[in-house]
């Protein structure tokens, strides 16, 4: 079971991105996917997350501007970004947690925590 996270890119600001990550694998269920980013020399932080019942949480620094999505079927998070500014420049890395999945030998599985690869997402003029 793997994240594989797609869409960044470079930007200009006041434009907008949208990232998605699919989970793969033999998934029956995910409880929480989120969207963190990291800056080079700083600590990765929470964007947005959002739990299996569609409930949201925002860091205060994107809330009106960010919007987290899920697709439970397709077992994909999608993060879209609009107004974006120079200080959205980081390294977005998707996160779900509590999945629960069959593994390669189809033994029933419990994930806690499960983190993609980084997209970067660079806002410049």
């Known amino acids: 079971v793997q994240l594989q996270a797609s869409g960044g890119g470079l930007v200009q600001p006041g434009e907008s991105l949208r990232l998605s990550c699919a989970a793969s694998?033999?998934?029956?269920?995910?409880?929480?996917m989120g969207w963190y980013r990291q800056v080079p020399g700083n600590q990765r932080e929470l964007v947005a997350v959002?739990?299996?019942?569609?409930?949201?949480n925002y860091a205060d620094s994107v809330k009106g501007r960010f919007t987290i999505s899920r697709d439970n079927a397709k077992n994909t998070v999608y993060l879209q970004m609009n107004s974006l500014k120079p200080e959205d420049t980081a390294v977005y890395h998707c996160n779900a947690q509590g999945l629960t999945y069959y593994s390669s030998t189809m033994r029933l599985t419990y994930l806690y925590n499960l983190w993609g690869q980084g997209t970067l997402v660079t806002v410049s003029s």
């Open positions: 694998g033999r998934i029956l269920s995910i409880n929480d």
């Open positions: 959002i739990t299996s019942s569609d409930n949201t």
